[in-house]
């Protein structure tokens, strides 16, 4: 059996290995005589799987080692019979540490505390559920916008996004991206949504580009717009829009969800289901694949306020580090999946073991998601 795998898959080749013979590929585009004999496609979201890709092909499974999946033709693999697996939740954690992050710099900028502030979370699936409850452990006021949950009766509060804009601090966005019916999220933040935006807001779009018009944000920054920006994602990807680029506040290369972990737990997820699609089941422990993360101990002494928060969050992932070098190539062709292909090692808040002498800050730090010596 011949398994193609993302050649950015971490441990993609160490644990497809053990159900057949791997061949590692570039993910855009997929070589055409490497598909020619394959039986099994593992994919990252820069390759779209569809009918133009695998007609032909005698491809019986497919893995994307990502939470979202609207680069996969999932219908059409389904009446072809060609097994699907995604890996949801996979990167939640990377996502929701993406978001701290910027937070805690623009709140260090511009002078106001996180506590402070009414966030309000669009998508509360993987990523918007966890980011909730940890915003709440910090004691922040959360507003929940989640259409689909609040029509199926979810237990919680639910807003209408019309109302969350008028009363939020910060619109951090987790949604799919749905082109058609009745949760359709293309353009969800559009012309109208952010002139009813009052000035003096957050944005955050850390899920998929096109939920942000990105041609109306830039208009809207362009006429003056009070507006702090953070874009994760881009409508279109790679060519982003380098004028856009030039105005928002913090901007990366599609990279919120790549801690280590995030993408770890994409490929096994992927490998556990096609091994039980095989007949073959295997489980796989985190844990075991992981290196020990370079800096894993610190002394905490005292009280945890903002302040100190944000230096261990910033210990183990500071966003800056993907801003800057966005800014240097963005434009040269290429350089956006290069950023993506060759990204920097990067943990989570949990490869972070904290000594504490106060015990309520170990458990505001556990909640968090620090690990507690």
């Not at 699609?277 to 002394?299: D, R, T």
């Not at 309520?360 to 968090?368: F, G, I, N, P, Y």
Request: aromatic fraction near 6%.
């Amino acid at each position: 059996m011949k398994i193609l795998v993302d050649e950015n898959m971490p441990y993609a080749t160490e644990l497809f290995s053990r159900l057949g013979n791997v061949q590692a590929v570039p993910g855009r585009p997929i070589p055409s005589d490497a598909l020619a004999d394959a039986d099994a496609l593992m994919v990252r979201s820069v390759t779209k799987v569809n009918e133009a890709l695998l007609a032909g092909t005698r491809i019986g499974f497919v893995g994307t080692a990502t939470a979202g999946t609207d680069h996969v033709d999932d219908a059409w693999l389904q009446q072809q019979g060609i097994g699907f697996s995604a890996a949801p939740g996979c990167n939640a954690i990377a996502v929701v540490e993406y978001v701290f992050s910027a937070l805690m710099l623009l709140a260090e900028r511009d002078g106001f505390h996180l506590r402070d502030k009414t966030v309000g979370i669009i998508g509360v699936g993987n990523v918007g559920s966890r980011l909730d409850a940890r915003l709440k452990a910090l004691g922040v006021r959360t507003l929940l916008c989640d259409p689909p949950r609040a029509d199926r009766g979810d237990s919680g509060e639910f807003w209408p996004l019309e109302k969350l804009v008028a009363e939020a601090d910060v619109l951090t966005f987790h949604t799919p991206l749905n082109k058609s019916g009745p949760y359709h999220s293309l353009h969800l933040a559009d012309a109208d949504l952010l002139a009813a935006l009052p000035d003096n807001r957050i944005l955050i779009n850390a899920c998929r580009g096109p939920v942000v018009d990105n041609a109306a944000l830039l208009q809207a920054l362009e006429k003056g717009k009070k507006l702090s920006t953070v874009l994760d994602v881009w409508e279109p990807e790679p060519e982003l829009s380098l004028p856009l680029l030039a105005r928002v506040d913090i901007g990366t290369a599609h990279i919120a969800g790549y801690t280590l972990e995030g993408k770890a737990r994409g490929t096994t997820q992927v490998f556990e289901a096609f091994s039980r699609h095989l007949g073959q089941p295997q489980q796989i422990e985190l844990a075991s694949l992981l290196p020990v993360p370079e800096f894993s101990q610190i002394q905490l002494n005292g009280p945890l306020d903002e302040g100190k928060l944000k230096r261990l969050m910033h210990l183990v992932y500071d966003v800056r580090r993907d801003d800057a070098p966005l800014r240097k190539v963005a434009g040269q062709p290429g350089e956006f999946d290069r950023l993506r292909k060759h990204y920097q090692e990067r943990r989570e808040w949990s490869s972070l073991r904290v000594q504490c002498d106060d015990s309520a800050s170990a458990e505001l730090l556990h909640k968090l998601g620090f690990s507690i010596a």
